[in-house]
């Protein structure tokens, strides 16, 4: 029982932090299409919050960035292969999403800007632990 | 290739020989995490791993390992 709320959470979290990490992106695009300089600063900084909230909460205090960030020598033969796994599924995930955005982009004619760049490394980065927190039962 | 699911008496034989997860993960040089996996049978042991395990109980790897659900050590001495 306890297993299974403690998914939830865990769940939300990343749903929370990935959603952030989106509407960064996006908050950022559309005022840089309507011109709007104080609107952005008022509104990025709402998901800026949620995005180091939920990171905490989510990868930090579960210790999830410190098992996906220990040398391979510290890990036993289980969490080796769970760490390949969220790897192996990570690198797809980013793949499909990464050449959506740029071929959205390429139709559009919409130019590349440092936030969403910046966004899609952090977005690599937090993906293999996001995997790990969804799918396993204990961390 | 699917591997197959492997039963196992760890939970068992760690009660017997009175030793926490966590005594049991340092003899065989795991997280504490891993022996409820094992115990759980949710995770399949690597060979070494395996006889690592065996010399801890000091019992051969098919007494613990088994690709059949287990039959109680007990049932097994008393069955003719």
Redesign the interface.
């Known amino acids: 029982m306890e297993i299974k709320k403690s998914i939830k959470k865990r769940r939300i979290g990343i749903i929370f932090n990935l959603l952030s990490l989106c509407s960064i992106v996006l908050i950022f695009e559309y005022c840089k299409i309507e011109q709007r300089d104080s609107a952005f600063i008022a509104f990025e900084i709402i998901p800026i919050i949620i995005f180091i909230v939920s990171f905490i909460v989510t990868f930090i205090k579960t210790g999830l960035w410190g098992f996906i960030h220990k040398p391979l020598k510290k890990?036993?033969?289980?969490?080796i292969a769970l760490t390949s796994k969220s790897l192996r599924y990570a690198y797809g995930v980013f793949t499909v999403v990464t050449l959506i955005i740029l071929l959205f982009l390429a139709v559009t004619y919409t130019p590349i800007d440092v936030v969403l760049v910046a966004s899609l490394i952090l977005f690599a980065h937090i993906l293999p632990a996001a995997i790990i927190a969804w799918t396993e039962k204990?961390? | 290739m699917e591997s197959r699911k492997i039963y196992n008496r760890i939970a068992i034989l760690r009660r017997e020989k009175s030793l926490t997860r966590n005594e049991l993960a340092d003899k065989i040089?795991?997280?504490f995490?891993?022996i409820?996996?094992l115990e759980r049978e949710e995770?399949n042991?690597?060979l070494?791993?395996a006889f690592r395990i065996s010399e801890v109980f000091e019992l051969p790897v098919g007494l613990i390992f088994s690709i059949e659900p287990l039959t109680p050590l007990s049932q097994l001495l008393t069955k003719k």
């Open positions: 890990l036993d033969e289980r969490e204990e961390i | 040089g795991v997280n995490q891993t409820g996996y995770y042991p690597s070494d791993l």
